[in-house]
Nanobody, 115 residues
Framework: QVQLVESGGGLVQAGGSLRLSCVFSGSLFSRYVMGWYRQAPGKQRELVARITSGGQGNYIDSVKGRFAISRDNSGRTVYLQMNSLKPEDTAVYYC?????????WGQGTQVTVSS
């Protein structure tokens, strides 16, 4: 059974930085496509960034150039480095792991950006 545990959220001023971490418990981490999603109040959950098993990252337009996703296969951890944060980045951020039809979610970590 796979478990995902996020950490690193918090309150930061606009222009600041945070690094989110997601620790993967289970097997075959290196084969999973890992992603970070977010959900703001009253909005649908959206994909922010994802990284393939080969390490290729993809981002939504609104975070390109500000966020960076990375993974450490030996440590079974995926990161989201968030720079130049904006108030509109405020949301609960969720870690996601996909392998074929298998999909797992973390419990989420709150990110709040004050103006």
């Amino acid at each position: 059974q796979v478990q995902l545990v996020e950490s690193g959220g918090g309150l930061v001023q606009a222009g600041g930085s945070l690094r989110l971490s997601c620790v993967f418990s289970g097997s075959l981490f290196s084969r999973y496509v890992m992603g970070w999603y977010r959900q703001a109040p009253g909005k649908q959950r959206e994909l922010v960034a994802r990284i393939t098993s080969g390490g290729q990252g993809n981002y939504i337009d609104s975070v390109k150039g500000r966020f960076a996703i990375s993974r450490d296969n030996s440590g079974r951890t995926v990161y989201l480095q968030m720079n130049s944060l904006k108030p509109e980045d405020t949301a609960v951020y969720y870690c996601n792991g996909e392998l074929g039809r298998l999909q797992y979610w973390g419990q989420g970590t709150q990110v709040t950006v004050s103006s």
